[in-house]
């Protein structure tokens, strides 16, 4: 039985975050995103990676920073290939920017 320790599914993710950032212009740019429908288009376009890695690195995007940043300043989402899907709402803002606060507090309190 091949049992990986969440380090290292998470280092997984990480990998496969950078290799998908580099094929779909969507993610490198931390666009807001659709993300069911994004999601859904990762295993399909991608099919030689578990669908559970898949969402964890999707996981992993929509939770950065970045991210956060883009999603807080609201917009239209958009799709993997960049078709339009729907705007960022208020309630999806608000939550984005209280999400970067809390982050940001967590790293001043668990910096040295």
Do not use: F, M
């Not at 931390?30 to 996981?59: F, M, N, T, Y």
């Not at 799709?79 to 967590?106: I, N, S, W, Y």
């Amino acid at each position: 039985v091949n049992v990986t320790t969440a380090e290292q599914r998470h280092t997984r993710a990480e990998e496969l975050l950078v290799r998908l950032k580099a094929v779909h212009e969507t993610l490198k740019h931390s666009r807001p995103l659709d993300e069911e429908a994004v999601e859904q288009a990762l295993i399909e376009v991608h099919p030689e990676e578990h669908a559970w890695l898949i969402r964890l690195a999707l996981h992993l995007h929509v939770n950065s920073d970045s991210y956060l940043q883009s999603l807080s300043h609201g917009g239209p989402r958009c799709g993997l290939t960049g078709d339009p899907a729907g705007e960022v709402g208020l309630d999806e803002r608000q939550h984005a920017h209280a999400l970067l606060k809390h982050h940001r507090a967590h790293r001043r309190k668990h910096s040295p």
